[in-house]
């Protein structure tokens, strides 16, 4: 039985997951896909949703949500959350005004290309929310239905989940580009003693892993530096400078290594690369 009708804005990596995986659930209705903000379907798709999730990349929520939060959309009740990892739910509160209950909403897996049928890619995974509590409540009932679990973070915190999730899979993909070229060299973590925490990032990781033993290291790099993402490197840098002293120097050591991937793979050009770079090396020349 059919509880909900969702609306899912922008279909790249992980909005195609997400609509075979609200699909295989019976329980929500993908009511539509809005491709772009242009689509004449805009209205219409977004007056017969119950839940609509802004699946485009950082940049773009903003534009999202101010064309939503334009004249002629009735909002009054709907929820809505954005599945950015680094980025809170303060990027909705335009929508919160207009009557809309918002969370983030985001999915702790690796999404390295466009699905064309249900890859299962939610089953087993954490999903990190924070927001409105009624918001929360509702992407609880989501996961569940495709196969997940939620944990609330706190605001504040997210940033730093975000590093963790970057670690876990862009840098993953880094270090074994590593593996690759020594060859028999063995890489050997330890120092997790509180198993359960690492259980979040597990599935991240686990599928990262799968994905590099089935199309290599190269092919599954997906992260900031993969998306030429600098705005989210420069705020995960300036998060770390409150994090333990170790920490830094091992993300913009795998930080670099990652740009280097993401050049070999041609998701970036070496213009690209080397802006990413000097954001790096201005962080350097601060350490020195």
Known sequence: MVLDKALIIGYGKLGSHFNFALKHSGKIEVSGIIRNEKSKQYPAIVKSSDIIFICV??????????????????????????????????????????????????????????????????????IAVEGNPKALKKAGSVSKFIGSKTFIIRKENKIYHHICCVMASGFLAAIARGIE????????????????????????????????????????????????????????????KNAPADILPVYMLMGIETVKLALEKKSIDRLQAEKILKVFDKQTKHLN
Not at 191 to 219: C, D, E, H, T, W
């Open 181 to 240: 070229k020594l060859g028999s060299k063995k890489i050997r973590i330890n120092g997790f003693k509180n198993l359960s925490f690492f259980n979040i990032y597990m599935p991240l990781a686990s599928q990262s892993l799968r994905n590099i033993a089935s199309k290599g290291s190269v092919k599954s790099l997906s992260g900031p530096a993969e998306r030429n993402d600098i705005s989210t490197i420069e705020k995960h840098l300036l998060a770390l």
């Open 57 to 126: 990349q950082d940049s773009k929520i903003k534009s999202a949500v101010k064309k939503l939060s334009s004249k002629g959309f009735d909002l009054k009740g709907k929820y809505i959350f954005h599945t950015s990892g680094s980025l809170t739910s303060d990027e909705l509160m335009p929508l919160v005004s207009k009557g809309a209950i918002t969370a983030s909403f985001h999915p702790v897996q690796t999404f390295e290309s466009i699905a064309t049928k249900n890859r299962n890619r939610f089953k087993g995974i954490y």
